[in-house]
Every structure is written in C-alpha cells, then in structure tokens.
C-alpha cells in the first residue's frame, strides 16, 4: 500500500541538548545556518549578527536578516536551554508582513532542507524543484527515488 | 516497480508526503524512517493527516496483482 500525509512542522534544535552537548552542536545548527542564508539570497538580505529596535538599538541575535524592506531587520535566536528557535523584530511602523514573509521563508528552507538530507540518508535519489504558486507563494517540491 | 516520494514544502514548512510503489506496510515504515531523521535534524513533523491510496490509485501505480495461485488435486 502507499498513502498520502500532510504534517505541520517545528523547528526544535534539542537533539544536543538532550545529549548533554551544546546547541551549536546540533546537527539543525547547520542546517539553519544554511537555510538562513538561502533565504538571505532569494529575498535579497543581508546576514548580521544584530538587528534593531525602533529607537535604534541594536540586539545581539544568532542570525540577523535586514534589508532594504525591513532596515532594522529581523533576529533568529535558539535558546541554549531548550533548543527553541524564536524570530524577534521590531515591526512598529509596518514591518510586520515582511518579518512574517521572512520568518516563513527560513522555516520553508530549514524544512525543505532536512526532507533532502532525509531522503538522500535513506539512499534515495534527490530532486529538489521550485514552483509558484499565485495564492500560496512559493512550494518547493522534493523527489525521492530509490 | 521503483519506489518513490514526493515531497511538497509549503509556505511556513506545512509538508506533505506521497508514497508510491510501496508494498503492503512498507510506506508506514518509511514515514517513520523520515520522520526520525527529520525529528534528529530539529524538524518536528505532527501529522495532519494520513490518507491510504484507493485500490485503483495503487493499481495504477504497481499494475493489477495476480491473484495467489493454489494447488488443486487432480484425481
């Protein structure tokens, strides 16, 4: 028999953690780092350690992504106690459909990410495509062949 | 028959999931596989929803299975 499933996903970096060894350990660490600065080149950001708050300040972060639709930019931080990832930005004045468009973006690529490195651990052949959807933007699409 | 998954990431990581060319349990077996990997790797995968294809979905897929054959006496 073969089946159709649909998941929601998560990101949790806790396999370290749950080792006793730190989060930069973890092997969602590179992962991450990678879809971070894929989405960096598709939206035209930067990648920072920083972003900043209305008044200017700036906020220490694991990856920051700014551009020129969102100055202050937005922060990616994975809590060192739980392996959570949380995404922080300042949206006062508007900036908040783009943080979400970003934040969507890097979840895409992280999760899209580890299905091919999934596949390609199980021996399976790895095609990864991309197709743009008018209402539900864009779908990345992964083949796997054994 | 080759067997096969094909993956859709949606906007936000919403993912789904379709096996084809599997025999009997062995996609649910494979599912499992993925999903540990992906949970190794700091993707929590909760299902939604899990869809069984229809007979003539898997018969289009692998062709029409003969039936077993048994011994008959011929007295």
Known sequence: ?146 | MSRRVDVEVGRSGQVKIEFSGFEGDLCYEEAESIGKILRSLGLKAVPVSITPKTPSEIEAEVGVEEAPRRKVSVS
């Open chain 1, 1 to 146: 028999m073969s089946h159709i499933s649909s998941y929601k996903t998560e990101i949790k970096l806790d396999s370290a953690l749950s080792a006793g060894r730190s989060v930069e350990e973890d092997p969602g660490w590179d992962v991450l780092n990678e879809a971070v600065h894929a989405t960096a080149e598709e939206m035209n950001l930067d990648v920072t350690r920083t972003f900043r708050d209305y008044y200017g300040r700036s906020i220490a972060c694991d990856w920051g992504l700014v551009g020129p639709d969102i100055p202050r930019g937005i922060g990616i931080t994975v809590d060192r106690k739980t392996g959570e990832v949380v995404f922080a930005c300042d949206p006062y004045g508007g900036f908040e459909r783009t943080a979400g468009e970003i934040k969507d973006r890097v979840v895409q690529n992280y999760a899209s990410l580890c299905v091919a490195k999934a596949l390609a651990a199980l021996n399976y052949n790895v095609e990864v495509d991309e197709v743009k959807h008018p209402v539900e933007g864009k779908k990345i699409l992964i083949k796997g062949v054994l």
